[in-house]
């Protein structure tokens, strides 16, 4: 088998001849370098521009609930009778001769309740929602009444003396009622009316030889937006023993 030699005088000669053509050839224009700080100052350019494309794209987020962006106070109530209540808002705020409590929403107003509110209807004290005044809170009690009546009749007997209530039950679609009972064992009947046009929940429970009716309610439209925070009032309401109340005054 034939080997193949390589001449060097055949290599030199190759290799001049190509030196030779790129010598000849005309010169290309120089090519733009690339600086490595080019893309960071690209990069910076084009971030504002994509940040304010994403925020004009991309949802907000949903707008808080009440019950999310709302704070709340207890109110103290003292469910003093006609005779000695001591004038309009004469019992709000006494913490000392309390006989109940509830939560209220920050911003919420409350409704001054006369003597003859308190006489008639034992209507004690009463909130509302100034920017939507059919959410209401209140409540009612009814000296006397040393226990419970069966649940299915309590609400019945509540309606006797609150026609706007009468008005509820009737056109109802539906009333749910349940008992409950606190850590001290105190008995609770809960209600809840859902109505074509109002939405309520009510709480009863008896104490001090006293019925005690804590009332929430708010038209429908606005139940499926504020449940939450509605709920909350509802749970919230609970019997307290004042700290002397041997000695206190429920003036």
């Not at 090519?31 to 690209?42: G, I, Q």
Request: net charge neutral.
């Amino acid at each position: 088998m034939a080997s193949a030699f390589f001449s060097p005088a055949t290599v030199l000669r190759s290799s001049a001849a190509s030196s030779s053509s790129q010598a000849s050839a005309a010169p290309k224009p120089p090519t733009p370098s690339k600086s490595p700080f080019s893309k960071p100052h690209l990069a910076a350019s084009i971030l504002p521009f994509a940040a304010a494309a994403a925020l004009a794209i991309s949802p907000g987020p949903p707008p808080p609930s009440i019950a999310a962006d709302s704070a709340f106070h207890i109110y103290y109530g003292t469910a003093a009778s006609a005779a000695n209540y001591g004038g309009y808002g004469g019992n709000s705020s006494k913490q000392d001769s309390a006989e109940y409590t509830y939560e209220v929403p920050d911003g919420w107003k409350e409704r001054l309740v006369s003597k003859v509110e308190k006489g008639t209807n034992g209507t004690d004290s009463e909130f509302y929602n100034p920017k939507k005044r059919g959410e209401r809170e209140y409540l009612t009690f009814l000296p006397g009444i040393r226990e419970l009546a069966p649940v299915d009749s309590v609400l019945g007997n509540l309606a006797l003396s609150d026609v706007g209530l009468q008005d509820q039950i009737a056109g109802s679609d539906s009333v749910r009622s349940e008992e409950r009972r606190d850590a001290a064992g105190q008995v609770y009947y809960a209600y809840e009316i859902d109505g074509v046009g109002a939405h309520s929940l009510i709480s009863v429970t008896c104490r001090r030889n006293k019925l005690y009716a804590h009332f929430v309610s708010a038209p429908a439209a606005e139940w499926s937006r504020d449940e939450a925070t509605l709920r909350r009032l509802h749970e919230s309401f609970k019997t307290v023993d004042p700290p002397f109340s041997s000695s206190s005054s429920f003036s």
